[in-house]
């Protein structure tokens, strides 16, 4: 089991920076793929990026490309989220997610057993 705790979010203008962290509790964060996703209350969480275990295969929603960036510290049990660019449309709550294994990506929550808490960010215009 892995504990998932996000921070990072906060207010920005439009077309600035943020990065967000997720921290992992336990031995075996190197056994997960992670992913980052959003949501705005009463909508679908929303896939943004997500990761394979060793950090050497990423995958983005078409929305984020190019703007954002998602890596893993397997020895600091930490993965990352850089968004650039950052747009009004970015605003949402942001949440990481782990998935067991070390095959596929994947940008379906419902594949994901293990989320964090979630984070804020607001992007004003």
């Known amino acids: 089991q892995v504990q998932l705790v996000e921070s990072g979010g906060s207010w920005v203008q439009a077309g600035g920076s943020l990065r967000l962290s997720c921290a992992a509790s336990?031995?075996?964060?190197?056994?997960?793929?992670m992913g980052w996703f959003r949501q705005t209350p009463g909508k679908e969480r929303e896939f943004v990026a997500a990761i394979n275990w060793n950090g050497g295969t990423t995958y983005y929603a078409d929305s984020v490309k190019g703007r954002f960036a998602i890596s893993r510290d397997n020895a600091k049990n930490i993965v990352y989220l850089k968004m650039n660019s950052l747009k009004p449309e970015d605003t949402d709550v942001y949440y990481c997610a782990a998935k067991p294994g070390r095959l596929l990506l994947s940008a379906t929550h419902t594949s994901y057993d293990y989320w964090g808490q979630g984070t804020q960010v607001t992007v004003s215009s």
């Open positions: 336990g031995r075996t964060f190197s056994s997960y793929n």
